[in-house]
């Protein structure tokens, strides 16, 4: 599995955390967001919400690891593109619950309201229960079917409600699209990669292009 983790500026401090949960696990792990809280580039939680939907709809990573302080305004931001289905994990229940009912695509945490001592710990039990071979497998067991229903029926909903990624990317303004196509990390990952999606790849570089001019 490819996992991108996505951290914005407040919170950034809690990336070494996030990454060393993370290791050991057999995953491919692009750290490409915000890692220190003295990052020259400051990222809000509105550009990683975007920044994670266009490494999903690119196909280059099948997981997005994201959050902020309180985990709700990533939480938010990232659902506002269309195919996102984000959970909001306090605990390793939640985690639990999550991978086996829902079975999304992105996760928010809160990395600064209550994240005090062994918060790291937790991270890691967290991580324990959300990436299990039994996501999808619906919770309670005989619940799977209905449950598994409810997804396919919000997929169909959240792209009906939904323009195009790329038509997303085309309408936004500058004010969100330059800092996360700018990001020095995100930037390099997406100059490097292939977009089997002609039409999205060709907006992901118009968007890489005009982030590099002079505003």
Known sequence: MKIAVLNEISAAGKNEHIIAALDGRGF?????GNTSSEDSNPLLYIHTGLMSAV?????LVDFVVGGCGTGQGYLNAVMQFPGM????????????LFARINAGNCVSLALNQGYGWAGDINLRILFDELFTP???????????APQAEGRELLDALSHAAHPSMA?????????????????PAFRSFLTDASIEDELLGSVVSQALQNSSREK
């Open 134 to 144: 039994d996501t999808g497998g619906g919770y309670p067991p005989h619940r799977s």
């Open 85 to 96: 289905f984000c959970g909001h994990l306090l605990t390793p229940l939640d985690a639990f």
């Open 28 to 32: 491919e792990v692009f750290n490409l």
């Open 167 to 183: 038509g997303i990317l085309q309408a936004l303004p500058e004010i969100i699209t330059r800092p996360a196509f700018a990001f």
């Open 55 to 59: 490494l999903i709809h690119a196909g």
